[in-house]
T-cell receptor, first 114, second 113 residues
């Protein structure tokens, strides 16, 4: 069975601070995909990133960066110089690929205070 | 990128009535679509996998007679909540896969009164 754990239920920081959202996953698949989504109050899911299990390179996209470590089964997400617009719920998710749906973590509610 | 359109975005219905939610892949064909449910301030839970031309596969604990899924074409899957009750009020969101990419609809907020 697959499992995604986001231990941080809520994080509150002041604008311009850096913040890291943790994600730990469990799977028996050798090929799998990891995702991060942002969910603003409107409810729609905004895709942020997808990584496959064979690509452990860290990725940076503007103020966003991701650290994928298979040795610790973690896929952490860092926002540098946070902004109020970053406030949302962030979900980490896991898929075995193929016809599998996604298994989501419980989400981390990120609050960026001005 | 690929677009998935979900309709309606919001619906209010009376107890005992049925509600149909549509999920369309606009620019790609999706042999497999997924339906998720999200309770307030909770995570998304996979309800069922919708397969074009065959019966949907439901997750454990999801009533297939309550949540009817039809995937009649490669671009359309529908979820019908039958005989809705207030406890069915929730946010429902669909997803379609293109290869290993997962694209989500905008979601439907269902309120049963």
């Amino acid at each position: 069975a697959q499992k995604v754990t986001q231990a941080q239920t809520e994080i509150s920081v002041v604008e311009k601070e850096d913040v890291t959202l943790d994600c730990v996953y469990e799977t028996r698949d050798t090929t799998y995909y990891l995702f991060w989504y942002k969910q603003p109050p409107s409810g729609e899911l905004v895709f942020l990133i997808r990584r496959n299990s064979f690509d452990e390179q860290n990725e940076i996209s503007g103020r966003y960066s991701w650290n994928f470590q298979k040795s610790t089964s973690s896929f952490n997400f860092t926002i540098t110089a946070s902004q109020v617009v970053d406030s949302a719920v962030y979900f980490c998710a896991l898929s075995g690929g193929g016809a599998d749906g996604l298994t989501f973590g419980k989400g981390t509610h990120l609050i960026i205070q001005p | 990128g690929a677009v998935v359109s979900q309709h309606p975005s919001r619906v209010i219905c009376k107890s005992g009535t049925s509600v149909k939610i549509e999920c369309r892949s606009l620019d790609f064909q999706a042999t497999t679509m997924f339906w998720y449910r999200q309770f307030p301030k909770k995570s998304l839970m996979l309800m069922a996998t919708s397969n074009e031309g065959s019966k949907a596969t439901y997750e454990q604990g999801v009533e297939k007679d309550k949540f009817l899924i039809n995937h009649a074409s490669l671009t359309l899957s529908t979820l019908t909540v039958t005989s809705a009750h207030p406890e069915d009020s929730s946010f429902y969101i669909c997803s379609a896969k293109a290869g290993t990419e997962a694209f989500f609809g905008q979601g439907t907020r269902l309120t049963v009164v």
